[in-house]
């Protein structure tokens, strides 16, 4: 039986992905995008970052 690391990436499992955006996104933007999770940040240079967070599993696999 194989044992999985706990930052080992699998086809088969859910992975959280992170994505930022320069730029102001409304919360009615997590709906469109399968209800991610939206929160605001500033970047090094002040300006405004959304931080999209949503835990997604890859459906379709091509090798």
Avoid: C, D, Q
């Amino acid at each position: 039986m194989k044992v999985e690391k706990e930052n080992e990436f699998s086809f088969i499992k859910p992975a959280i992905y992170k994505l930022k955006v320069y730029g102001r996104l409304n919360n009615n933007w997590s709906e469109k995008l399968g209800g991610m999770r939206i929160t605001e940040t500033r970047s090094k240079e002040n300006n405004t970052v959304s931080v999209l967070v949503a835990k997604l599993m890859i459906s379709s696999v091509h090798f």
